[in-house]
């Protein structure tokens, strides 16, 4: 398998600290507050670097020898948030921490919509160093390339603030020394949607008053509130509930931007200041006061912002649950005594124990012990996999029946379990190409609201309807005008997708894959280890001159008892599934025959098993119908190999052994299922003709290409592309086949145990099953269809719903209505991919 590339590191960085620390912070309530305990952990003596996660709520300190936990704990409370000494928190002294990578993350606070995020991308962009920047609305990170490592993080976190926003560091991952992983959502991180349920509830509860009497009108009852108490109520609502879109709506001004917290607020304002002003010029009048308007509006947006909210944090489940998956302590093993450790203790080579039903803590080998692991998490797999000595295992599965002892081979961002997460939230934080166009209409389109409303009132004015009407219709068109689901219609599908592939045993690398996936037209596949087990077994044994079969299969199993060639452990694997009962069989003697196979003395008698030409050369003759039938195999791939008896009174044949690569049980039901989709598949291969032609006659695959070389490999793709003008897909187990998963539209890469081709392709499939090739271009495919629906409605939402208002057949309160939920029903539509399910689970 291709290895995960190392992420690329400045030469000139500062040099490592000598000791760093963590500490849990609690308090904290958006990136700002993050950003005040960085700057109260900076001005701690001996501390070079001070790092918070908002996501996590940790603080990741480095500094030199003197550095005191305690000290630091102590300046976070002086700066207004707890502080707790974290299990690993005593500090540590690494031998070498790497640096900073080409690349920075911060997590942005305040942004409400499309425009939001563009701002902060071009914000971010005019940063001198900065090569790149992406912003995802929906996670509410940026994700900045840098091409000057050495660039000051705080230019960043300034340009943000500078835009009107919050901003805090985020830590990349492959900045940590394992064990750590900085930019994990915490599974138990408190829902914070909570605090806005409660605002929207007590908005709610001062909105009623003011809306109840109003519905009753339309029923002929009167019930009306004095003036002053509409006053007195709406004001509350439009100033203390509503006043998160004034402070958002001025930084959009600072910035010389707009935005939908901007929208809101004028709109919100006008309907307000109309009442107001009537209260002034009208004492007593109350049929022209519209104080409901305002704050049912603001109640409403404040509603659809917490549903929102809360779909939104769904579309994450996919990390939470991959992070719930990493033990925070281990049992590890020194001489003969096993004690508990946190997990940050434990390092490459240690001995960890895991007992039935724990989770395995670290990436590793089986030392001792049989068990069976539940890897369904990690691979999609649904049916625990047997593992004994010698066999890997992945941090995050668990342990079965037995209890086994595992040497460290991996521990922290370098297990398969970061390595997943990093994947999984790499493709979440990437655009789309089709999101440009988003990007465009978004830019252009908080400036068109503003001047569609300043015509729509100046056109009731002139069309001779009173002030009131004019304002009201304009304030309709600035409530349900909202930009909020164009910016949420292909992250949140993406973040959906993603995740629910992960789920299934499918990795996306990027956004990019992911849309190329969707209009795969042909798939070409490797053979060895992607259709193909990978491992040799015995595809016939036929014995020869009236020896029994099972007395045949025991003696060749005792020949080659002992040693460790594939064909040999193909031997014993076929012997000890017949169970024949020779079992006490004496061999001795056993040695290799250079070039020609293995021989042994077995109850007094020398055996041999090997090739044709060891045969020849020991005078063997055999009947037209053996050599017959050995050709026959060999045309088919196999290699022929014979059980001979030498010596007394001859040497004489026993057995017709053929070895062959067998074909995975789901390999024809996928190629069947891609026909099904439209998308065809050929075969291309390294092997022989014979051996190609038979598993494509097997599978169903009419064209093939055998013989070819890896790097051939690349030009038969480029062929394929030229031929069909449509989308090549390579499927490839990422040993041999970089080069064709370079050339080909698309690369999907097998990964098998610990080694995961990540970077071979922009598809990587966690299980060794050619079925998920299919599962992988059909959750592209749904997942494109949800971008498109969800881009379809957003647009189509405004474009019937602003020429509504313009021309009066939209109130204020119904606008509010349907911009609340607009956004709410984009999210809810991409939720709807987690209920897709692949193939094995049909």
Avoid at 65 to 73: F, I, Q, S, V, Y
Avoid at 252 to 270: I, K
Avoid at 758 to 787: E, N, Y
């Amino acid at each position: 398998m291709t290895e995960l590339a190392t992420p690329q590191r400045s030469a000139d960085a500062t040099a490592a600290p000598t000791s760093t620390a963590e500490i849990e912070i609690g308090g904290m309530t958006c990136a700002s507050c993050a950003l005040r305990v960085e700057k109260a952990l900076a001005k701690v003596p001996g501390v070079t670097r001070a790092s918070v996660n908002l996501a996590t709520e940790k603080a990741r300190v480095d500094g030199d020898a003197t550095l005191d936990p305690e000290t630091l704990a102590q300046a976070v409370r002086k700066a207004g948030y707890d502080a707790t000494l974290a299990a690993s928190a005593a500090v540590a002294a690494p031998a070498q921490l790497s640096q900073l990578s080409q690349a920075a993350e911060l997590a942005i606070g305040g942004m409400t919509c499309a425009s939001c995020a563009l701002r902060v991308e071009k914000a971010l962009a005019k940063v001198p160093g900065v090569a790149g920047a992406s912003v995802n609305l929906a996670t509410e990170t940026a994700t900045v390339n840098l091409s000057d490592a050495a660039l000051d993080p705080n230019a960043l976190i300034e340009a943000v603030t500078k835009a009107g926003y919050d901003a805090a560091l985020v830590t990349p991952q492959d900045a940590l020394s394992p064990p750590e992983i900085a930019n994990a959502p915490a599974a138990s991180k408190p829902d914070k949607t909570r605090r806005e349920l409660f605002a929207v509830l007590a908005a709610a509860a001062l909105t009623l008053p003011l809306l109840v009497p109003m519905v009753g009108e339309w029923f002929g009852l009167h019930a009306m509130l004095s003036p002053w108490l509409q006053l007195g109520l709406a004001s509350v609502v439009q100033f203390v509930f509503g006043a998160r879109f004034y402070r958002a709506a001025y930084r959009a001004v600072r910035a010389g931007a707009g935005n939908m917290d901007l929208l809101v607020a004028l709109g919100t304002s006008a309907a307000y200041g109309i009442s107001v002003y009537e209260m002034a010029t009208h004492p007593g009048d109350m049929a022209h006061l519209y104080f409901e308007a305002s704050a049912v509006v603001i109640t409403l947006v404040r509603f659809g912002k917490w549903l929102e909210a809360r779909a939104k944090r769904q579309t994450t489940d996919a990390i939470r649950a991959l992070n719930a998956l990493r033990p925070d302590r281990a049992r590890i093993r020194v001489g003969a005594e096993e004690r508990e450790v946190p997990l940050a203790q434990v390092r490459v080579g240690t001995l960890v124990i895991v007992r039935p039903g724990e989770r395995v803590p670290v990436d590793g080998a089986v030392l001792e012990g049989r068990t069976h692991i539940d890897e369904s998490l990690i691979t999609g797999e649904s049916l625990p996999v047997p593992k004994q000595v010698d066999d890997p295992v992945t941090a995050g599965s668990i342990n079965g029946e037995g209890a086994i002892a595992v040497t460290t081979t991996a521990i922290g961002a370098e297990t398969t379990l970061a390595r997943i997460i990093r994947l999984v939230e790499s493709a979440q934080a990437e655009k789309a190409p089709i999101q440009r166009l988003v990007d465009r209409v978004s830019e252009i389109f908080v400036p068109a609201i503003l001047a569609i409303a300043v015509l729509t009132m100046a056109g009731w004015l002139l069309a001779g309807a009173g002030g009131e009407t004019a304002i009201l219709n304009a304030v309709a068109v600035l409530v349900i005008a909202c930009p909020c689901a164009l910016g949420l219609a292909t992250p949140a599908a993406i973040m959906a997708g993603t995740g629910v592939a992960a789920r299934h045993g499918v990795l996306i690398k990027d956004a990019e894959a992911l849309e190329t996936a969707h209009r795969v037209t042909i798939v070409a596949f490797d053979k060895t280890g992607t259709l193909t087990v990978g491992q040799p077994s015995v595809t016939a044994f036929e014995p020869i001159g009236g020896i029994a079969r099972d007395e045949a299969l025991a003696l060749a199993a005792a020949v080659q008892r002992h040693s460790d060639h594939p064909l040999a452990r193909a031997v014993v694997k076929a012997h000890e599934a017949t169970r024949s009962g020779n079992e006490a069989i004496n061999v001795s003697a056993a040695r290799a025959v250079p070039g020609r196979g293995v021989e042994a003395d077995v109850d007094g008698r020398t055996l041999a098993l090997g090739s044709t030409r060891w045969l020849t050369e020991l005078g063997i003759d055999l009947s037209p119908a053996f050599i017959a039938r050995a050709k026959e195999l060999e045309a088919a791939g196999n290699t022929v190999s014979w059980l001979m008896q030498r010596g007394s009174p001859a040497n004489t044949a026993l057995a017709l052994i053929a070895f062959g690569d067998t074909v995975k049980p789901t390999a024809r039901a996928a190629v069947d299922r891609l026909a099904q989709m439209g998308i065809k598949s050929v075969l291309v291969t390294g092997d022989n003709h014979g051996s190609a032609a038979s598993v494509a006659k097997a599978l169903g695959i009419e064209e093939f290409h055998a013989e070819v070389l890896p790097d051939d490999k690349a030009r038969v793709i480029r062929d394929l592309k030229f031929r069909s003008a449509g989308i090549v897909a390579m499927a490839g187990d990422g040993i041999n086949d970089a080069p064709a998963l370079a050339a080909a539209d698309i690369g999907i890469a097998m990964a098998t145990g610990t080694d995961v081709a990540m970077h071979a392709a922009g598809i990587t499939l966690m299980r060794g099953d050619p079925a998920l090739v299919a599962d992988a271009i059909d959750i592209s495919r749904k997942t494109w269809r949800k971008i498109q629906q969800n881009l379809f409605w957003a647009f189509v939402y405004n474009l019937i719903g602003i020429p509504l208002a313009a021309f009066g057949l939209l109130n204020p309160m119904l606008a509010g209505a349907a911009m609340a939920f607009s956004s709410v029903s984009v999210v809810t539509n991409a939720l709807l991919l987690r209920t897709w399910r692949g193939a094995q689970a049909r």
